[in-house]
Nanobody, 124 residues
Framework: QVQLVESGGGLVQAGGSLRLSCAASGRTFSRYAMGWFRQAPGKEREFVAAISRSGINTYYADSVKGRFTISRDNAKSTVYLQMNSLKPEDTAVYFC?????????????????WGKGTLITVSS
């Protein structure tokens, strides 16, 4: 059974930084693209960032481009999300995701496993 466990969430002031981690288990990590999505209160879950199997290719939502960085360590079966210059509108539950195919995607329907999520609250 595939498990994704996020960590690193919390409360931060606007302009601050946080780093999320997602530890994966249950299948060969390096064979799958990984992603991060988020869901703010009252809103739909949205794409944040994704990374290819090798880590060479990364993709970002326009709203986080230049502020967030996704990376992975295949030896540790872990994907990271470095978040800088945080804004109050970044407040959401952040979910780690793994894709059913080998390629990253912005679409929720291409995700086959989700983590339980970790809450990020950015105060103004």
């Amino acid at each position: 059974q595939v498990q994704l466990v996020e960590s690193g969430g919390g409360l931060v002031q606007a302009g601050g930084s946080l780093r999320l981690s997602c530890a994966a288990s249950g299948r060969t990590f390096s064979r799958y693209a990984m992603g991060w999505f988020r869901q703010a209160p009252g809103k739909e879950r949205e794409f944040v960032a994704a990374i290819s199997r090798s880590g060479i290719n990364t993709y970002y939502a326009d709203s986080v481009k230049g502020r967030f960085t996704i990376s992975r360590d295949n030896a540790k079966s872990t994907v990271y999300l470095q978040m800088n210059s945080l804004k109050p509108e970044d407040t959401a539950v952040y979910f780690c995701a793994t894709y059913s195919g080998g390629n990253p995607s912005v679409l929720r329907r291409d995700v086959d496993y989700w983590g339980k999520g970790t809450l990020i609250t950015v105060s103004s």
